[in-house]
Structures are given as structure tokens and as C-alpha cells.
């Protein structure tokens, strides 16, 4: 299949704007499956739970879902993309998968970085895998790469590609996505922003690098450090299916989960 990312940089709290943006970005993409970055249609940097509720929106009736709805059906394709999500009182840093037939799952991030714990309610559920065909797909958001227990639990639901929105300032998660996608032997799909946004003094710098990984920890295609840039390889998904490696070694069947969580239990009650 082909797959592909598009970093850009959306302007501050403009859903309708950002939606240009991405028709416009995306009009050569010709793959099955996209990934766009997170809060894609409303910014990162809002400034309060008010600039939240403003460009929050319910799946069911979202603008920016409704373009993405409209793009797939264009394209015959796939996207997963970032966006501010209503949901009653509550509003999360999600991201949907959405298919020509509409939105076809949804992932709240779990783990909140820095000011988003102000803005945002954590995520209620677990990392999810959805089948698209012949390809499962997982999603994670930005901040959630820290966690390896995230995307190990996405490639033990048998993901075969882990899409992931993010806004990255730190320099890290480039480099870590190639172990992640190492110790789980998947996909994976980076999809950064570029550019600057400030909030009360702190001005934050997005770093770009967009990656699409590959099960070999292969670094398929990177993104500019500051341009908006389409990206696109051609995968193999039956290579994340084998999780053998050359040596014969099984990396899921060979686990000792129950040692894991032995050594885990064991150093919380000595701390």
C-alpha cells in the first residue's frame, strides 16, 4: 500500500483556514492512508479552556471531519488527523480515523504534555486498532511516544501501522520512533507541524522531521525541519505481520509478561 504524511503549519484557532491548508497540501496525494499532525484544524498553542470550546467539536458535527470525510471519498483514501474534540463537558486532544463513509474510530491521547493538562481532559479509553482491509491500523498522539507501553499495546492488538499526529518541540521522539517501531516490529507514521506559536511568554518552535519508519527501524522518508511537506513510500505490511527475527527469536511469544510485572511491583513498593 501507500501511505504518506503531510507537516505543515496551521494557523492559530482558523478551522476553516487550516481545512484550505490541507486541501491544498494534499492535492498530489495519491496513497491510501495519511496522517496529518496534531490539533491540525484549530493550532496548539490556545490560551485558555474558553479558546478550547471555540474550536472544539463534536465528531458527529465537526467541519474539519466533514473535510476530511470529503478528501477520502475524493481520493479513496484514508486520514488520521489531530483535532480539539467535544464530547459533552469534556473536551480531549484526539485524533480520527476517517474513511470516504465518515469517521471510523476515534483516540483520545492519553498522555498530556506540559500546558494541555490545563486545556484537556485525559483520554477515557485504551489505544485502539482498527482493521481497514487488509492493514490494521493504531493511533497514538505526540506526547504519548514516551510511553513505550503505548505503542506496544497497539502492536500487540496487531497493529501493522501506528499513525501518529504530533506537534513536537523536543528533539527526542525522531530518534525513539525508530526503537519503537524496532521492539514491536511495525510501521510507523510521524506526522510533526512546523513553524511557531507563542502562549503568555513561552514561544514554542516545532520542529518538523516528519518520519515514516519502517518494521526495520529504515527511516522511509523525513520531512524539513521548518517546511510544509508532503510525503509518500510505498509499504509492505506483511512485514510487520512476521515478528521473528534472523537469530529465530519471537519478539511476542518469547515474553515474560509475568516477570515484567513482578520486577515492576517489586520497585513501586520500594519506592
Known amino acids: 500500500m501507500r501511505v504518506g504524511l503531510f507537516q505543515f503549519h ?13 486541501i491544498q497540501g494534499i492535492k498530489q496525494f495519491h496513497g491510501d492512508l495519511l496522517v496529518l499532525p496534531e490539533l491540525a484544524f484549530s493550532g496548539y498553542a490556545l490560551k485558555n479552556r474558553d479558546a478550547v470550546n471555540a474550536v472544539a467539536e463534536a465528531p458527529h458535527q465537526s ?63 485504551p489505544p485502539i486498532v482498527t482493521n481497514l482491509g487488509h492493514t490494521r491500523v493504531g493511533m497514538m498522539i505526540c506526547f504519548d511516544w514516551m ?3 503505548v505503542a506496544r499495546t497497539l502492536a500487540l492488538d496487531g497493529a501493522d501501522i501506528i499513525a501518529h499526529p504530533a506537534n513536537l518541540v523536543m528533539p527526542w521522539c525522531p530518534q525513539a520512533m525508530v526503537t519503537r517501531c524496532l521492539e514491536n ?27 515514516i519508519i519502517s518494521p526495520a527501524g529504515e527511516v522511509l522518508g523525513q520531512g524539513h525541519d521548518s517546511a510544509s511537506q508532503l510525503l509518500e513510500v510505498d509499504i509492505d505490511v506483511m512485514e510487520a505481520r512476521n515478528k521473528t527475527l534472523a537469530s529465530g527469536n519471537d519478539l511476542f511469544s518469547e515474553r515474560q509478561p509475568q516477570l515484567y510485572s513482578s520486577k515492576l511491583h517489586h520497585q513501586g513498593n520500594m519506592s
Open 185 to 211: 516490529h511495525v510501521y510507523s507514521i510521524t506526522a510533526n507541524r512546523v513553524g511557531k506559536e507563542s502562549r503568555s511568554s513561552q514561544e514554542l518552535h516545532f520542529i518538523g522531521q516528519s518520519r
Open 147 to 149: 510511553f513505550p507501553e
Open 63 to 125: 467541519r474539519a471531519l466533514s473535510c476530511l470525510q470529503s478528501l477520502c471519498q475524493e481520493k479513496n483514501c484514508h486520514i488520521v488527523a489531530g483535532f480539539a474534540e467535544q464530547n459533552g463537558e469534556k473536551t480531549f486532544n484526539s485524533s480520527a480515523l476517517v474513511g470516504p463513509n465518515g469517521v471510523v474510530s476515534i483516540y483520545r491521547k492519553i498522555h498530556l504534555f506540559g500546558f494541555e493538562q490545563e486545556l484537556f481532559s485525559p483520554g477515557d479509553g
Open 10 to 22: 496551521p494557523v492559530l484557532g482558523d478551522i476553516d483556514k487550516n481545512c484550505s491548508l490541507i
